[in-house]
């Protein structure tokens, strides 16, 4: 019988599954490892965590698995890879954080229920070191019960936990949204840092005015969340025209300093594209209409 106090399996041991084990020993839980790697456990085994010899012993241990993969073909190739392992799914929790789309984490919840087990999907939104703390936020989906059952556990290392209901694929959704936000903001950091060190600034000497730029986004998100509802892309603020000017200015400075312009270049032509669509004089939320492809730009569709 699988240990059900204060008891976890974590099977992937990445830098997050590492960090995620570690704050379970943390709180004193009993905790049982896997990875293909088994080396990658040393430091918590001497910390007195259990190294499981396979996959099977491994979700056998516990009626609570955490799983921190790369994506959800991870799980399948590693709980799939026989049928031992494939069994011992069955009455056990796999609260799955590994990052994929929508759709992949509905597949994988069903595959899960088809043998037996139930299936949690979370979205971390936090690196590594934050683990254990309490500035960390995680989305999970999937069936009620079973995510009230573990919340307690779940928050020992995902900090606060946000619910998104039962439909499987919105934690996955919600994660994804914060990434389709965050990476192009990193990368529009690197832009910047690349652009001011050919001009001799550092990235630290930037770097608070980066952080205030970020820290007043807050003001046009939600100036421009309730205007895109409404369906209102007046001009009145900004004009998409302007906005393509600008970033023509962006392009050129990169440039001129001998910087790859392939980012700034990409935003550029969001711009010229609802431009050239004829909507120079409206809001540039104009846009999202275009990345939407409905027909709300106009007449003119505009070639992917």
Known sequence: MPSTAQSVTVIGLGPMGQAMAAAYLDRGYRVTLWNRTPSRADALVARGAIIAGSVESALRANELVILSLTDFDAMYAILGSAEEAKAAVAGRTLVNLSSDTPEKARAGARWVTGLGGTHLTGGVLCP?????????????????????????????????????????????????????????????????????????????????????????????????????????????????????????????????????????????????????????????????????????????RIPM
């Open 128 to 300: 590594p070191p934050l683990i254990g703390t309490p500035d960390t936020s995680t989305f999970y989906s999937g069936p009620r019960e079973a995510y009230d059952r573990h919340r307690a556990a779940l928050e020992v290392i995902t900090g606060t936990s946000d619910y998104r209901g039962e439909d499987q694929g919105l934690a996955a959704l919600m994660y994804q949204l914060n990434m389709a936000v965050f990476w192009p903001a990193m990368i529009a950091f690197w832009q910047a840092t690349a652009i001011a060190g050919a001009h001799g600034l550092s990235a630290r000497e930037i770097a608070p005015y980066v952080t205030e730029n970020f820290a007043g986004m807050g003001h046009f998100i939600d100036f421009y969340a309730s205007r895109i509802d409404a369906g209102n892309h007046t001009g009145d603020v900004d004009r998409t025209a302007m906005g393509l000017a600008s970033m023509e200015h962006v392009v050129h400075t990169a440039s001129d300093a001998g910087v790859d312009t392939a980012f700034p270049a990409a935003v550029h032509d969001i711009f010229r594209r609802v431009v050239a669509a004829g909507h120079g004089a409206d809001s540039f939320s104009r846009a999202v209409e275009l990345m939407r492809g409905h027909a709300t730009l106009g007449a003119t």
